[in-house]
Each structure stands twice: as C-alpha cells, then as structure tokens.
C-alpha cells in the first residue's frame, strides 16, 4: 500500500481510489501504481459496483514520476515496472470505471481515461500527452485507442505535438462526458458511478465488453508500446529530456531558479526537482 493513494468504500458499492501526493503534484510512483492496481484488482474480486479514480486539490496527476524513468533509464529493467502491471490491470479490470479529473492529467494521467467507462473534467482540467517531447512513445493502449476515439490526424496531433488541451476540449472531443465545477465533480462522479453499481451486474459488464471491441488488438498495442517504450527510455533522447526536468533549477534554493525567472510551463512537463534524492531512492525500490 502507499501512503499516497486512498481507498475508500462509498455509497452504493463503489469504491474511490484518490491520488494524494501533494508536494508532487501527485506524480505516481511504483508504490501508487501498485496501490491503484491492488485496488482495482480487489474491486474486481470482491465485486464492486464501479470504481472512481480522482486526485486531489486541484490535481490528478502529473503522470509517472520522471525520478522513476530516470532510475529505470539508467538501467532498470523494464518488463516488471509497476507502471506496465498497472496497465495490464487497468485494461482488464472487469469493474466500471468512472474518472474525476481535475486539474493537471499528465501523461498516465490522461492515457489512463481512455480506459474508463465515464470521464468527468473541470474547465480548469489540463489534459497532456508530452511523450514525445521526453524522448518516449505513448503507454497505456493510446496509440491504439485515441485514434479510434478522435480519429488519426486528431490523435497524431495531440500524441505527436504533445500539446494541451482543457476540459472543454475534452468534452468536445469525445474524451469526457461533461464539465462540471470543481464542487460538482466528485459528487456527479460518484453519483454516476452509484447508477452504474445499480444497473444489472451481467448485463453491464457484457455491455462493457461489447463497448470496449477487441481485447486482443488493445493487448498487441499495449505490449507494442511496452517494447518501444523500453527500448526509447534507455535512449540517449529521453534521459537528456527527463534530467533536464529533474535537474532544472539547480543551484537555487531548495532547487528553484532565480525568483521572476519563468522556470517551466504550466501546462507542460517541464520543471525541476531539488537535489535531495528523496524521490530517486524511492524510484529504485518501487522500480526492482
Ligand atoms: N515526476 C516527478 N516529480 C514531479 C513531476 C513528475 N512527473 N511533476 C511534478 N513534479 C514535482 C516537481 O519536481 C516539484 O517538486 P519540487 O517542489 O520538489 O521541486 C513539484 O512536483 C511541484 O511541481 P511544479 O513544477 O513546481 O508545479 P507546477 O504547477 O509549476 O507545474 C507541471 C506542474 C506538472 C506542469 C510540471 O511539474 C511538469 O511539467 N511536470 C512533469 C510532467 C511530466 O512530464 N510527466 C510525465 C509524463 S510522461
């Protein structure tokens, strides 16, 4: 379990899984994937209605924590990452999904959605896929499922220019099913995911199935993506793009550059970390 990541039972059989991880913007690391992949697993076993995926004060996720893929790029090995089982596990869970977004949903944290039954945003929601500005490829079945969900020449522009897009965007694009307020989104979430809990369990989760189309071909993307992506992490291109965010800043106190000086972009995967380490040693222990 991570202290990072919350589980609770809520009304009409759903459960809640909240990402906490505040000081970093609620980056994931090997221990919050394996907490999110417990949960939905154990949804499944014990036959939850639906699962809710949220983050928390105005965040969902910053995606994958890049102290992780530099410890991996520096010579992890790739195929029992966390991240990859949380994947497998988030493309086979049988349990509805239902996604709260609010704030910045980063990487994972939008490719995650496209796994989900129902997608609720705030108009203050940053969407971003910046994987080809790390120097990596997409994850999480997206190079498979976002063309089929906006088309090909929408899904290369946001896969290959890497650029942002806001809640209404989403909604507009087929990617959330509605904007809400910042007040309304958990409670909607919530309360739509209770209607998915009362419907007939068989039938919904054939529906599901029917919906979601061949699991095979989403299996081939997922390990396609897996190979490309090992193969990009180690790549002279990701580690040079992924230090220059952990390193950015240094020199300044507590990492930060020069007060005034535009340090990294609010919708972007640019930043820096301080040189604590802190997180790093986490990343080689949640990465072995
Ligand atoms: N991995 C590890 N740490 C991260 C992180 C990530 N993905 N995203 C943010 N953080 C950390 C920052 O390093 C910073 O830590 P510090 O205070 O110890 O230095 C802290 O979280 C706050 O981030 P900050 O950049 O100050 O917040 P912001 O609101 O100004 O910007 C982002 C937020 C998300 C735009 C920016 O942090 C960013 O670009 N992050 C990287 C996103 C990314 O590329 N994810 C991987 C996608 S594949």
Known sequence: MSAHVAVTAEAGNVVLVRLARPDKKNALTGAMYDAVR???AEADRSG???????????VFTAGNDLADFLA????????ARPAQRFIRQLAGTQTPLVAAVDGLAIGVGTTLTLHCDLVFATARTTFRMPFV???????????????????HLKAAELLL??????????????????LLAPE??????LAEAARLAGKPRDALTATRRLLR????????????????????LTSPEAKAAIQAFLERGRGSKKGRPPSGEQ???ADGCEGRRDETGETRSEAHRSNS
């Open 48 to 58: 939850a209605g639906a699962v809710v995926l949220t983050g928390s004060d105005g």
């Open 72 to 79: 991996v790029s520096e010579g992890g090995s790739g195929g």
């Open 184 to 189: 309304d989104l958990l409670p909607r979430a």
């Open 161 to 178: 220019l890497g650029d942002p897009y806001d809640g209404a965007d989403a909604v507009r694009l087929g990617l959330a099913n509605a």
């Open 38 to 40: 417990e949960a939905l």
């Open 263 to 265: 340090h990294h972009q």
């Open 213 to 232: 189309g061949d699991r095979a071909a989403l299996t081939a993307a997922i390990d396609a993506e897996f190979a490309a992506f090992d193969m990009a």
């Open 133 to 151: 500005d790390l120097g990596l490829v997409p994850e999480a079945g997206s190079s498979h499922l976002l063309p089929r969900r906006v088309g």
